[in-house]
């Protein structure tokens, strides 16, 4: 049984639907599933997981949030093991959901393996849901 980590950090809520309909599909699918807020979690225990999903809604110029998950991520770099498997989540207002590309590109280069993401503008639609829970059953295969 894989054991799983999603991490995020949500301002209006979306993404935390978002983590939780991951987290949902990656139990169904067997998994063992942690579900924090970044703010709860320590970079350390990255190193407790098979595989993470991270969450961040776009931010400061099309950027993931910086106060919490931005220092996160420059920690769990160092730490977790190389080709970690990944998913990557959040919601955008305004950007065109650039910040994901951007924010895929730096965990391949970061040397994650970067699974599957998913960028929802504002509120996640019936079908965006069903994505995320296929994201998170992708983790825990």
Known sequence: MKK??????SNMGNVEVLANHIA???KKAGAEVDLKL???V???EITNYDAVALGSPSMDNNRIEQEEMEPFIKEIRILAPNNMPVVLFGSYGWDNGKFMEDWITRMVDE????????AVKEAPTAEEITKAEELGKLLAL
């Open 4 to 9: 799983i980590a999603v991490i995020y950090w």
């Open 24 to 26: 949902e599909g990656a």
């Open 38 to 40: 970044v703010g709860d």
């Open 42 to 44: 320590k970079p350390t």
């Open 111 to 118: 040397k994650f393996d970067v699974k599957g993401s998913l």
